[in-house]
């Protein structure tokens, strides 16, 4: 699989990501040789396996809905590069025009 | 009675010197201030990223106190180094990456709770591949760990910090995670012994998350018994973590000392051959020979999918990966970027100044992989391949005990060796990762040495939850190499 520069920025766009003219071209053969590699796994029939996305045999364990002590606010906000009143505080999203 | 200082204790296990720490023949404090001191002439090496220096001095003092009023914990006294990704409340937790540079976390996680109430002094934070991402730990933001046995050589990785603390004396044991061999490679690179257990065997609450159906934490020591005995302390079910396995916890040191008379252990043929090291086939060799003396049945066997677990790894786990770093956002913790004008820029900005060129890289190949048109053709894909690969091992002990391989396909190779070209540094995984994608057990113990006097570590797997099988035999292999 040849990956193009434009393939490298629309992933890079998906990840959130920015790289310089550099950077791109060596991703850009850097991917397009681990995932021609990854085709490897087109070599094999699984038309009749199951996917396993979980090796033990255990699905949703729930626990009783209960209110249980938490973090309290300040020490969750404790690591926050910016918050304000008791919140997390991010550039403004809504502009006013 | 003499007290005696901790440089009486040249290279001691725990388990060898558990005895004169709770006849008080030794004390903690004096324990722990020999092997800060160690840790402290060590710096060079750079496998701590924290130094707990007075934190670990308070510890040593309670456990004093604890082991004079006839309260000593099952581990009492353990002089323990911690992964960087393993959290401690109040301390720095950096993952070896610049976007947690400044991370304090605000939680402790339970395999800490559990090891510092059975008496453990925990002495420091080991360096990492960034986010557990490598297998030399030169992917740390905090540099490159040297491996204590040639510092011109790699530790191994990603818990490179903690096996190189373990090997060069900094400590008695300590903490890794393993995702796809980031305990066995770097323990075996060192010469020490690491285990993985069984996928859900271990709380997972407060490890930071990598690659998540794979993740599991193990202790790295000296020896197969310090290696059971803090299994014992750290196994077992967790409601904090809900992929931890609600089953009962065996006696690991139950089986140690036992013989290998009649254990039937398989050689899977992929693992040998076209690209392993001479050195570390002979030293196989001699190792089946003396198991096969000793009484275990050695069988030849196949795995047949062996060959496209690499592929398939590496699809899931950076799959698994750019998911789970999602997170990394410079909203709720870790770097922020100065220059952004709006909140898309802060994103974009934040996590290109925060993860470094392997972190990225895992990031843009699990986003591709996942990406619209994709999913099918590779995680899908991958998800089918894993049960063949999970199919292969327990259709191999259908008739067999434990399986026997080697841990790495060479020996520590020289830092910057393979940094250049990121698909050969994965191809290095190839006796690790399917272990992983199986979700068994797996330990690499020291077996010899290369004509450079470099450790050679063989590894043994188990059906799940079998580690005391893989102990029993990790054992006999080290008591018959003394």
């Known amino acids: 699989m040849e990956i193009t520069r434009s393939d490298v920025e629309n992933v890079a766009q998906l990840a959130k990501l920015k790289f310089d003219d550099d950077e791109i071209d060596q991703l850009r053969q850097q991917m397009s040789s681990i995932i021609s590699y990854f085709e490897k796994l087109s070599e094999l029939n699984t038309d009749d396996v199951a996917p396993l996305s979980h090796v033990l045999d255990i699905t949703n ?33 809504i502009s006013n025009d | 009675m003499r007290e005696k200082s901790g440089s009486d204790l040249a290279v001691n296990s725990y388990s060898e010197i558990r005895n004169e720490i709770l006849s008080r023949n030794i004390t903690c404090t004096a324990l722990t201030a020999h092997y800060l001191e160690k840790m402290d002439e ?65 939680y402790t996680a339970t395999v800490i709770e559990r ?80 285990i993985k257990p069984t996928y859900g065997r271990v709380s997972r609450y407060g490890l930071v998350a990598y690659g998540s159906s794979f993740d599991q ?42 013989d290998v008379n009649g254990i039937t252990i398989g050689l899977p043929k992929e693992y040998m051959g076209e690209g392993l090291q001479p050195d570390i086939q002979a030293t196989l060799d001699e190792t089946i020979q003396l198991l096969e003396q000793a009484g275990a049945t050695i069988k030849p066997i196949s795995l047949p999918h062996t060959e496209y677990a690499i592929a398939d790894y590496y699809i899931l786990v950076t799959a698994e990966a750019s998911s789970n770093l999602e997170r990394y956002d410079g909203v709720r913790y870790g770097h922020r ?9 802060m994103y974009v900005n934040s996590r290109s100044e925060g993860f470094g060129a392997e972190v990225k890289r895992r990031i ?31 259709k191999a002990f259908e008739t067999c005990d434990c399986l026997l391989t080697p841990t790495a396909p060479s020996t520590a190779f020289k830092i910057g060796e393979k940094t250049d070209d990121p698909l050969h540094m994965y191809l ?26 470099l450790p050679i570590g063989l590894q043994l797997m188990a059906k799940p939850f079998d580690e005391p099988m893989i102990y029993r035999v ?7 190499q003394r």
């Open chain 1, 61 to 93: 364990r729930m626990r009783p809905d209960e209110v249980r002590e938490s973090l309290p606010q300040d020490i969750a906000l404790s690591n926050a590069p910016v918050s304000k009143r008791g919140y997390f505080s991010v550039p403004k999203v």
């Open chain 2, 42 to 106: 060590g710096r060079d090496m750079n496998a701590f990223i924290s130094f707990f220096s007075v934190h670990a001095m308070q510890q040593a003092e309670q456990v004093d106190l604890a082991i004079q009023n006839g309260n000593a914990g099952a581990l009492a006294g353990l002089i323990l180094a911690v992964k960087d990704n393993i959290v401690i409340e109040g301390q720095k937790a950096t993952c070896g990456s610049n976007i947690l540079n400044n991370f304090v976390s605000p």
């Open chain 2, 115 to 194: 090891l510092e109430s059975a008496g453990a002094i925990i002495v420091g934070k080991t360096n990492m591949d960034e986010f557990a991402m490598g297998s030399s730990n030169e992917t740390s933001h905090y540099g490159v760990v040297r491996n204590p046995l040639d510092p011109e050589r790699v530790p191994g990785g990603s818990s490179g910090g903690s096996a190189a603390a373990v090997a060069a004396n900094m400590c008695l044991a300590a903490l890794g995670s393993d995702t796809g061999g980031s305990i066995r490679q770097p323990a075996s690179f060192c010469g020490v012994v690491g």
């Open chain 2, 217 to 258: 934490i193990g202790p790295i020591t000296r020896s197969v018994e310090d290696n059971a005995r803090i299994l014992q302390c750290i196994a077992g079910f967790d409601e904090r973590d809900s992929t931890s396995a609600d089953m009962p916890v065996p006696d690991y040191t139950t089986t140690l000392g036992q």
């Open chain 2, 337 to 345: 970027s100065r220059e952004a004008a709006s909140l898309e820029e």
């Open chain 2, 364 to 394: 843009m190949l699990g986003s591709y992989v996942l990406s619209a048109g994709y999913y099918d053709a590779y995680y899908r894909k991958a998800q089918k391949v894993r049960r063949l690969i999970s199919n292969d091992f327990h």
């Open chain 2, 428 to 453: 290095s995984d190839i006796y690790t990762v399917p272990i992983n994608l199986a979700g068994i057990p797996a330990i690499a113990v020291p077996c010899g040495t290369d004509n450079q006097n």
């Open chain 2, 474 to 480: 990790a054992h006999f292999l080290e008591q018959a």
